[in-house]
């Protein structure tokens, strides 16, 4: 399998390394910058459990190098898919699939879906329809991101948790392109399973990160404080009920409730958000992926969503204030 990695930072690289260093598939990686001359001079360097492993897949600067593939794993942050969407188009084939590893709703959540929403664009993420235009929703698999790891240096990624993909076609089948890109994940040491609801998997991960990661960037405070403040507490429970009506409302079913799920973040402890941590490096936050979303829903249903629409426009004052809207 000839399989490129477009955006290969912390969990771009980490899924690089393990398939280079399994010979699980022909990996090529697109970067830029000191990341890539350090991958080009020195190879990849993964520190995990550990251990310091370097591989050397291939590394290039631009799509025209690496040529046609048979996989391409997106994981962008939500927010330069437009603007790279045309350059992802140069890497497919007749036949390539895209696996769509980035937080949050993907522009392809109506490709299949059935019902009266069925290809229905997603503007929040899908501006003016750009992404699908140059990735086609039927392109897609949905691959849902599980791990921690950061890139520390240039060529070097530090893996500090998980090892779970969770993948899954739009419309639910188990197609022969989604089953060998999990025996090729799970060769590299993933576990890779194939779920037949995708959405729902979508939306358990993303209910955490439309409340924390929002209530984060406006408080600056991390996951242990957020969630042991009763008051911010309230807000994220708030909000994260909210999108569960809605989401229930797009057939969308959550195997545990929201208690369970702010129990399992306050586990964590202090915990920096990405967004968060964005915010204090002066980059675009993922916005309207991860909450912007739930809004243009809540319209599409016609469900009230009170708390989520208040902590939006505060968050978006925020990022003007910084100077990143």
């Not at 890539?36 to 001079?41: K, T, V």
């Not at 779920?195 to 984060?216: C, M, Q, T, Y």
């Not at 990405?274 to 916005?287: H, T, V």
Request: net charge neutral; proline share 7%.
């Amino acid at each position: 399998m000839r399989l490129c990695v477009f955006g290969a930072g912390a969990i771009g690289g980490l899924m690089a390394a393990k398939l280079a260093a399994a010979e699980a598939a022909e990996v090529t990686i697109i970067a830029r910058g000191p990341h890539l001359a350090a991958m080009q001079a020195h190879g990849l360097k993964l520190r995990s459990e550990g251990t310091e492993t370097v591989v050397r897949p291939r590394c290039v600067a631009t799509p025209e190098e690496a040529g046609p593939q048979d996989a391409v794993i997106v994981t962008l942050k939500a927010v330069g898919l437009p603007g790279a969407a045309p350059q992802i188009a140069k890497l497919l084939g007749p036949e390539t699939a895209i696996v769509s590893a980035v937080n949050g709703i993907p522009w392809w959540y109506f490709h299949r879906i059935g019902g009266a929403h069925e290809g229905r664009r997603v503007e929040s993420v899908d501006p003016g329809g750009v992404v699908s235009a140059h990735l086609p929703p039927e392109r897609a698999i949905g691959c849902i991101v599980y791990p921690a790891a950061e890139v520390p240096e240039p060529g070097v990624i530090e893996h500090s948790y998980g090892d779970r993909f969770t993948l899954g076609e739009p419309s639910g089948e188990r197609t022969p392109r989604v089953e060998a890109l999990s025996k090729a994940l799970m060769a590299a040491g993933f576990k890779a399973p194939v779920r037949p609801r995708i959405r729902d998997e979508i939306w358990v991960k993303l209910w955490g990160n439309l409340a924390f990661n929002p209530i984060s960037a406006l408080t600056l405070n991390t996951l242990d404080q957020l969630t042991g403040d009763p008051g911010q507490r309230e807000v994220a429970r708030n909000m994260m009920l909210e999108a569960q009506a809605i989401a229930e409302s797009l057939g969308v079913r959550f195997a545990i409730d929201v208690d369970k799920r702010i129990a399992g973040a306050a586990e964590v402890g202090a915990h920096r958000t990405s967004m968060l941590q964005d915010l204090e490096r002066g980059r675009p936050m993922e916005i309207e992926a991860l909450l912007g979303v739930v809004v243009e829903f809540a319209e599409l249903t016609g469900l009230p969503a009170p708390t989520c629409r208040t902590v939006l426009a505060l968050l978006r004052a925020r990022a003007r204030a910084a100077g990143l809207l």
